[in-house]
């Protein structure tokens, strides 16, 4: 199965994702599928979506063990006690392991475990 | 000067990003800034747009530096050519170095180095 397939969640087809909204990387993918995927990394990139308030510990845990979190809040936009809540609890862990932490475009939070920082300096910004 | 302000540029009020699709961290990201910005890091994770085909060089030094690449190809949507080209050009050198490359939603491709790998699971995908 293509990366892209994977990340989207291809083997539950009830989820409800929009799969024109994802690059296509098949023909780009497939080498990479084959030796990529059974090598075990130190770190991983999680990409989440967040929908509940008991999410926060799962995405606290990520941070703790050293992975870096891409957190898609799309769902929850329209809750601001709830976007706060979870902004103050990833801001704490950040604080704690001396990562970092980045508001991105599309509704998306960066946040980087201990050892890994945002740069704030886009690369090629002129447009 | 916030985080959110740094990434999107603000000393550079010549581009022309569109401030409203970022996520306002400013709030949360106060403590943060005093703390992380005078930190080195080992890894970072930097965020480019890309536009031009000379760019590559300078993307591929990323990946090979050990950094981690986010890299936003909405300006070349049209062009296939170039973007086949960007694609794999990023792809061998994720084989060179056994890092990771997948398709992220909003026209981003998330590249990552030695060591570094995207998790093909969303966290909770459930909508």
């Not at 929908?51 to 008991?54: A, G």
């Given at each position: 199965m293509s990366f892209l397939k994977k990340i989207m969640?291809?083997?539950?087809?009830?989820q409800n994702d929009d799969y024109s909204a994802y690059i296509d990387l098949d023909k780009f993918e497939k080498d990479i599928d084959s030796s990529a995927g059974d090598e075990p990394a130190e770190t991983y990139v999680k990409i989440a979506i967040f929908?509940?308030?008991?999410q926060i510990t799962s995405l606290k845990k990520e941070i703790y063990d050293g992975n870096i979190l891409i957190v898609d809040i799309s769902n929850i936009k329209s809750d601001e006690r709830l976007r706060n809540h979870l902004f103050n609890e990833l801001k704490d862990v950040v604080l704690d392991v001396h990562g970092d932490i980045v508001g991105m475009k599309d509704n998306n939070i960066l946040v980087t475990p201990t050892g890994i920082k945002v740069d704030r300096k886009k690369i090629g910004g002129s447009y």
């Open positions: 969640g291809g083997s539950e087809p009830k929908t509940h308030f008991d």
